[in-house]
């Protein structure tokens, strides 16, 4: 384990009930120095590691380890204070009435001030250029706008690793250059990334390492 | 397993369920539900299933049994604290009459999902009620496990946002809660309005008269069912009225 090391598994292995799918022995180490994108095929497993990692789905064996804590010892509200986690479907992350509130929410409930709030919330809606929307009700927006509506949400709380579940689906080329530029400046300010997406383009531009799930269960190293 | 027609088993569970909300006799409740499990194993219902979701209501024994105990003045006293009964053989019995009543209800569901939805929408269309009423009381149940499935999924996101539920007060918590059915009925009405469309470009009620592949009939194991139905209904109202 490097010092960079921050999310770490051990021979962990998965398997949902009443179904053939198993994730078996899976090792590796996500670093905060990396943006890691994670590539497979369809069914191979990569959302369900993204899910493992954290904490919504549990691990039949091994061991999964968060900032050198033990992922068993967190609550689901912690690990989310560690690792923002954007959701393939941004609806299921989408909470409030307005966008505005949607994304300061969980400040207000975690006691930050009202200002630091403002401060927060207004810069991360103007970099996501979605300041715009601030008033909207956010179920009525599209579904890129969702998308960064949900990214909003996770970045606001300054988590130290991003999981991102396919970010790219509903962006246009110049909202995906945008976000490849954000997730460049997250990671120079020691934001580690791990991006599970089929857009080869979008990875080889902004990832430095790439994992590949296979699809009997096992993942390799494809480029450091 | 004997494969029952979706009426029998529909006859049987409205059977079972009416005895199980309105008999008020202990002995007579623990024999309905003995023989709503027995029905349930016949059937091929999921038993065990059907206990694990009662495992939390199991915890309201002790909560009705208490509060029955400190607002209903009959039985005798088990215990008291500064002389107000916390516990009284009444209270108690109450307790067990609710998990009873209970248990027959989640037993009965069970039957019910033994056959498949296609099945009951045609039981329910051969028993003379409306397609599209039938199509609907079947679409109902199939959401049902669908919304417990958002509500959860919802639940999970929300913590994942940073909300440490453990530290932060009953006010909090309360609004917590309230964001919680923003998605949840957000999420459903989009559902529900796919299903909709989707049922109107497959030709739903374009046609005033349907024709089904699927013709249900009566083996004679249905019939003893439905006879059996009938016999324990009669059975238990009439001792039921005479135990009062």
Redesign the interface.
């Known amino acids: 384990m490097n010092s960079q090391t921050y999310i770490e598994v051990k021979n962990m292995s998965f398997c949902y009930p009443r179904s053939q799918f198993r994730l078996e022995d899976i090792s590796l180490q996500l670093n905060r120095n990396d943006i890691t994108a994670l590539v497979g095929e369809n069914g191979s497993g990569k959302t369900t590691l993204g899910k493992i990692l954290t904490g919504i789905l549990k691990p039949a064996s091994g061991e999964i380890q968060i900032g050198k804590k033990d992922i068993k010892t967190l609550d689901l509200g912690e690990i989310g204070k560690k690792v923002g986690y954007l959701f393939q479907n941004p609806e299921k992350q989408i909470f409030a009435a307005s966008v505005y509130e949607d994304v300061s929410f969980p400040l207000e409930i975690n006691g930050v001030s009202p200002e630091a709030i403002k401060d927060r919330t207004e810069s991360i809606l103007k970099e996501l250029e979605i300041d715009h929307l601030k008033d909207k009700y956010p179920f009525n927006l599209s579904h890129g706008e969702k998308q960064r509506v949900a990214l909003a949400g996770i970045l606001v709380n300054e988590t130290e690793y991003l999981i991102l579940d396919e970010p790219t689906t509903a962006l246009d080329t110049d909202r995906k250059e945008l976000l490849g530029r954000m997730l460049q400046k997250l990671h120079s300010q020691g934001t580690g990334i791990l991006i599970i997406s089929h857009d080869e383009i979008f990875i080889n531009k902004f990832c430095g390492r790439v994992l590949k799930m296979k699809q009997k269960g096992g993942i390799t190293d494809e480029k450091v | 397993m004997k494969k029952f027609d979706p009426r029998s088993k529909l006859i049987f569970v409205i059977a079972v369920s009416s005895l199980g909300v309105f008999i008020k006799d202990l002995y007579l409740l623990s024999a309905v539900t003995i023989l709503s499990l027995a029905a349930a194993q016949m059937t091929g219902g999921n038993i065990i299933r059907g206990i694990r979701k009662l495992k939390t209501l199991y915890a309201m024994i002790i909560v009705i049994a208490v509060l029955q105990s400190i607002f209903n003045n009959e039985g005798r006293v088990l215990f008291e604290l500064f002389e107000i009964p916390l516990m009284t053989t009444a209270g108690l019995e109450r307790g067990i009459e609710f998990i009873l009543r209970m248990t027959i209800i989640i037993i009965s569901a069970t039957i019910i999902t033994t056959s498949t939805s296609r099945e009951m929408i045609q039981g329910l269309v051969q028993l003379k009620i409306p397609y599209e009423i039938a199509f609907l009381v079947s679409l109902g149940i199939r959401f049902l496990p669908m919304l417990t499935e958002e509500i959860k999924?919802?639940f999970?996101?929300?913590?994942?946002?940073?909300?440490?539920?453990?530290n932060?007060s009953l006010k909090?918590k309360i609004?917590?809660i309230t964001?919680?059915f923003?998605?949840v009925i957000?999420?459903t009405i989009?559902k529900a309005e796919k299903i909709a469309l989707s049922m109107e470009t497959k030709g739903f009620r374009a046609k005033k008269h349907r024709t089904s592949y699927l013709i249900l009939k009566y083996s004679k194991s249905d019939y003893y069912l439905i006879a059996f139905s009938m016999i324990i209904l009669l059975t238990f109202t009439y001792l039921n009225n005479k135990l009062k």
């Open positions: 999924d919802s999970t996101a929300l913590k994942l946002r940073g909300v440490v539920l453990k932060i909090k609004r917590i964001y919680l923003l998605p957000a999420g989009k």
